[in-house]
T-cell receptor, first 114, second 108 residues
Framework: DSGVTQTPKHLITATGQRVTLRCSPR?????VYWYQQSLDQGLQFLIQ???????AKGNILERFSAQQFPDLHSELNLSSLELGDSALYFC?????????????FGPGTRLTVT | QKEVEQDPGPLSVPEGAIVSLNCTYS??????FMWYRQYSRKGPELLMY??SSGNKEDGRFTAQVDKSSKYISLFIRDSQPSDSATYLC????????WGAGTKLIIKP
């Protein structure tokens, strides 16, 4: 158990809808990262937050947004969902403000868009 | 061309064999080199990391970095069925770049 929790485990929704994924980092970790993993694209870095502030941005679509709250949990919002957004979404956390090489991953949220 | 190239496999070997997993990269600025292991339906977990060049050993696992060839390897000795997983390499300069992952199957 990494200490990172993610909810929900599974999510099935229709195209055009909006969903929110939630992540709680390991105790003491200030950085939260979001990743998308699909069969054809591998693990894609989306965005990093450190202590409530956006720190680094990867291949995140404009339809996606994230935030980190004062209690350090984070939410990833996906809107106007398309079939191609179906994937595993992982949250990870680390201590560092710079992109940490030692990241602790949660169990993931499996999103299915129908 | 991707910054980090990794053969997705699958790589299937018999139990007890020595496994060699590899990644190549193009960016000479990478300084940290990591190997993560991901079991099916789980999040990746850090297996080993190496700073700059050289070897690092941890039990049955050895990570090797050759910066002159821009090539990193992970060796697994006395492989076990429990080693069956996807192995992802990752490299860092100011951001973390991930390989596609190699699916490893150890046959009993």
């Amino acid at each position: 158990d990494s200490g990172v929790t993610q909810t929900p485990k599974h999510l099935i929704t229709a195209t055009g809808q909006r969903v929110t994924l939630r992540c709680s980092p390991r105790s003491g970790d200030l950085s939260v990262y979001w990743y998308q993993q699909s069969l054809d694209q591998g693990l894609q870095f989306l965005i990093q937050y450190y202590n409530g502030e956006e720190r680094a941005k990867g291949n995140i679509l404009e339809r996606f947004s994230a935030q980190q709250f004062p209690d350090l949990h984070s939410e990833l919002n996906l809107s106007s969902l398309e079939l191609g957004d179906s994937a595993l979404y992982f949250c990870a956390s680390s201590v560092e403000s710079e992109i940490g090489y030692e990241q602790y991953f949660g169990p993931g949220t499996r999103l299915t868009v129908t | 061309q991707k910054e980090v190239e990794q053969d997705p496999g699958p790589l299937s070997v018999p139990e007890g064999a020595i496994v060699s997993l590899n990644c190549t990269y193009s960016n000479s600025a990478f300084q940290y080199f990591m190997w993560y292991r991901q079991y099916s339906r789980k999040g990746p977990e850090l297996l080993m990391y190496t700073y700059s060049s050289g070897n690092k050993e941890d039990g049955r696992f050895t990570a090797q970095v050759d910066k002159s060839s821009k090539y990193i390897s992970l060796f697994i000795r006395d492989s076990q069925p429990s080693d069956s997983a996807t192995y992802l390499c990752a490299m860092r300069n100011y951001q973390l770049i991930w390989g596609a992952g190699t699916k490893l199957i150890i046959k009993p």
